[in-house]
């Protein structure tokens, strides 16, 4: 995705997959640092998937390296069916596939989360379970995108999240582009 800091083959806007397939949402819980290996045997088997990443910088030594991670570490979506999870899992990389039990809520909380990549925004995984207001962004490169917001130092932080999973993903925002929203029952971006 553009601006993301993801590769672009193993990426792809959720819009897109849902337009390939008639399957269904199945979450894929993946071993310790082997969700880029899924998603590339699940292409291999023409799988539609999503994977979101953010780009964190790391020190080897004397040496500054940027690098891209899945923003759901162990996570790997999945639009499509059981079938395809198992054709693609030679190896055993699998650790389980999670059913969603709310297809609807899912896809708008991919939808915002691939939004707010597109548009370049900055994610790094966070705990989604804060107490902050929910709101929406009403202007610039995010509006539309709807979250809980969480008071930070220095401005504040837009929780994404896929609910069913606990997972959350924190995009810094100034607090003058949001505004107040009822609890949304499905996020809509």
Known sequence: MRGSGTDPKSAQPVDDLLARSDG????????????????KDLRAVRA?????????????GRRKVRVTQPLFPGYVFLYGYRDQAFLADRLSRLVGIIDVPDQDLLTQ??????????????????????????????S???KGIR?????????????????FLGLGA??????????????????MC
């Open 24 to 39: 269904r949402w199945l979450v894929l819980h993946t071993r310790s640092r082997q969700e880029k290996a899924v998603v």
């Open 48 to 60: 539609a998937c999503y994977l979101p990443e953010h780009t964190t910088v790391r020190y080897y």
């Open 109 to 138: 909380e991919l939808k915002c989360i691939a939004s707010a990549l597109e548009a370049g925004g900055s994610l790094e995984p966070c705990n989604p379970f804060t107490s902050g207001d929910w709101v929406e962004v009403g």
């Open 140 to 142: 610039g490169p995010f």
């Open 147 to 163: 979250g809980q917001v969480e008071g930070h130092r220095q401005g504040s932080r837009l929780i994404l999240g896929v609910g």
């Open 170 to 187: 924190a995009l810094e925002i100034d607090a003058a582009l949001v505004r107040r929203i009822d609890q949304p029952v499905a996020a």
